[in-house]
């Protein structure tokens, strides 16, 4: 069983992944740790974002065990992940590892921005999770202030809406809905609101497919 979520940056994809997951007892895998893993390793070594010759190097490269590194959570690595992801080199790369990832014996759940649409365009269910720029902002902004990190909500804000432009407008596997992916939106919804809601979809799905096959 393969489960795709994609949305946008802060959406809630990642945390309601975790979860989903957990629940199905299936392996999960941040698609977005990937590329965020490219920037830190480029910029470590002085590769330019816009190199995109040497940055598919990089990625063949990647020590997969490095996905845990907590400074790959910060603002700084996600804005050097969407630079490196626009290049199409580099998707290549890394859409080997992610297939091999789904192809598993018991599936899994993978989260980013192209699984419904392009890694894994056979998945079994497909959302696409979204909110409102603002709530995402707050959202992002209140995890950060939690962490410690002194930053202006509107600083987040304008950090979310530009990612948001460069993801969805890039020509390599923009950040778009797939035509069968089924919309979350989780703007007025609690996380334990949105799980529910999202396994509730994922059912349906499940349920569709089999009436299908
Ligand atoms: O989900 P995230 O915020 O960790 O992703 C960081 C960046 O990586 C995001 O701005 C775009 C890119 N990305 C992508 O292009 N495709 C994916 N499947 C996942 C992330």
Excluded: W
């Excluded at 949305?7 to 007892?25: D, I």
């Excluded at 192209?114 to 995402?136: H, M, N, Q, S, Y």
């Amino acid at each position: 069983m393969i489960i795709a979520m994609d949305g946008p940056a802060a959406s809630g994809k990642g945390t309601l992944a975790k979860r989903v997951a957990l629940h199905y007892s299936l392996p999960h895998l941040d698609t977005g740790l990937l590329y965020r893993a490219v920037g830190r390793d480029a910029l470590a070594r002085g590769v330019a974002l816009d190199d995109a010759e040497a940055l598919a190097q990089v990625a063949s490269g990647l020590q997969v065990a490095t996905l845990d590194d907590p400074e790959l959570r910060t603002a700084g690595a996600g804005e050097a992940a969407s630079q490196v992801a626009r290049h199409p080199a580099v998707r290549a790369v890394l859409l080997t590892y992610q297939r091999h990832f789904a192809s598993g014996e018991v599936g899994a759940v993978l989260d980013g921005r192209d699984i419904g649409t392009v890694i894994c365009p056979d998945a079994d269910a497909k959302l696409f999770v979204t909110a409102t720029p603002e709530v995402r902002a707050k959202r992002r902004f209140l995890e950060l202030a939690d962490r410690g990190v002194d930053v202006a909500e509107e600083a987040v804000l304008a950090d979310i809406r530009a990612r948001d432009e460069r993801d969805s407008t890039r020509g390599a596997s923009p950040l778009v809905q797939a035509p069968d992916a089924v919309l979350l939106d989780t703007t007025n919804l609690s996380i334990d609101a949105a799980f529910r809601a999202a396994l509730d979809l994922i059912e349906a799905a499940m349920s569709r497919a089999g009436r299908a096959g």
